[in-house]
């Protein structure tokens, strides 16, 4: 079943092992603070460089969408960058736009074929997106998604911090510890 298809790990994400991890990215692919400037320091200069060819090809990405690209110094053979969207009180389709970026994020690597694939906790820092409410609409979009699809064969929702971690465990009680 599909759970059996997801982990939770509490770590850095720039430290997991896995085909790809997501990158919380804002829209001018071009790293900032958070889990997007983590990566990039972490990952070098190579990512930066592919962003840049990206935006030049299709100026930037726009919020709920997706793109691949190398991860450098990373663990990881990929890193997806996915744009959340910044909380407004839920009134800009600010839910669907979340599950876009996990919906997206996960067809991508499915694409390219990929088996394992780690998320951070998009939208809930700086962007502000209430993080139970996010937790949910990860989790949900990911059991259906890969209640649907063979890849990825592997998902990991890799949290930072204490409070996501029971958010998750809660939300996950068949794979928590």
């Not at 949900?140 to 592997?154: G, S, W, Y």
Request: with cysteine.
């Amino acid at each position: 079943m599909e759970a059996s298809r997801i982990q939770l790990l509490r770590g850095d994400i720039t430290k997991v092992a896995a085909d790809a991890i997501v990158n919380a990215a804002n829209s001018s692919l071009l790293g900032g603070g958070g889990v997007d400037g983590a990566i990039h320091r972490a990952g070098g200069p190579s990512i930066l460089a592919e962003c840049r060819k990206i935006v030049a090809r299709q100026g930037g990405c726009e919020t709920g969408e997706a793109v691949i690209t190398t991860a450098g110094n990373l663990l990881a053979k990929y890193v997806i960058h996915t744009v959340g969207p910044v909380w407004s009180g839920g009134e800009r389709d600010e839910p669907e736009l979340l599950a876009h970026c996990y919906r997206n994020s996960l067809l991508l690597a499915q694409h390219h074929g990929l088996k394992t694939i780690a998320f951070p906790n998009i939208s809930t820092g700086v962007y502000g997106f209430p993080k139970t409410k996010a937790a949910e609409i990860a989790v949900k979009t990911v059991k259906e998604f890969l209640a649907h699809h063979a890849l990825p064969e592997q998902v990991t929702f890799v949290v930072f911090d204490e409070e996501n971690l029971k958010l998750y465990q809660k939300l996950l009680p068949e794979i928590s510890q």
